[in-house]
């Protein structure tokens, strides 16, 4: 998943892509949102950047049993050469179906900021003056409601970060979910294909389908 942080008066890409000095209330928000990890000696998930070169030294990464959640976040990426950074910012969040946008503009963040065709749902944060946060939710025609944040919704900061995970899970769930496979459809998977590959030790799909 993207996890953009927008500054007052930003609008272009490029601007929003150089940020290295985010505001204190959005670094709150980050830690509440995932562990912070050493990517040097990560070994869980690491959304493909254990195989770039300048795309920093740590990651936002959550866990469960269930699933594992990495965050492309290009604060966290260093601006070495300013195009060649643009690029590698770009490529990673680009790839990604959920975009979790924090906004420090007094405009409303504009969809159409950051073009890619991977791109399924906005989950838009703006901070108020009064404490509170408002969410703006965007998501393509072919994609179903999402939740539990709700477009236009008003939250307190001390459950801003969990909901707004629960809500890109669930986004990217629905968003993904012609090629989603759960834990169950890849254990009989893999079991079948280890029927096919020794047919003498019994037969594993039976076995698993008894189980379940």
Not at 26 to 35: M, P
Request: with cysteine; charged share 25%; aromatic share 10%.
């Amino acid at each position: 998943m993207g996890l953009l942080y927008v500054a007052d008066g930003q609008e272009e890409e490029s601007d929003i892509f150089k940020n290295d000095n985010p505001s204190n209330l959005y670094k709150e928000f980050v830690q509440g949102l995932a562990a912070i990890v050493d990517l040097k000696k990560h070994s869980g998930y690491a959304a493909a950047l254990e195989r770039h070169k300048d795309v920093g030294e740590d990651l936002p990464y959550y866990s469960t049993p269930w699933l594992e959640l990495a965050f492309h976040e290009p604060v966290r990426m260093p601006n070495v050469d300013r195009e060649e950074s643009l690029v590698t910012k770009k490529r990673h969040v680009g790839n990604d179906l959920i975009h979790i946008i924090w906004s420090e503009h007094q405009l409303d963040y504009q969809t159409t900021t950051i073009v890619s065709q991977f791109n399924a749902a906005h989950i838009i944060i703006y901070p108020l003056r009064n404490g509170l946060f408002r969410i703006q939710i965007a998501q393509k025609k072919n994609v179903s409601s999402i939740g539990p944040l709700i477009h236009n919704m008003v939250v307190r900061k001390q459950v801003l970060p969990e909901l707004c995970r629960q809500t890109a899970i669930y986004a990217n769930f629905v968003s993904n979910r012609n090629n989603y496979e759960g834990p169950y459809e890849q254990r009989i998977k893999k079991l079948n294909e280890m029927n096919q590959k020794y047919p003498l030790a019994g037969n594993y799909t039976n076995l698993v389908s008894k189980t379940f």
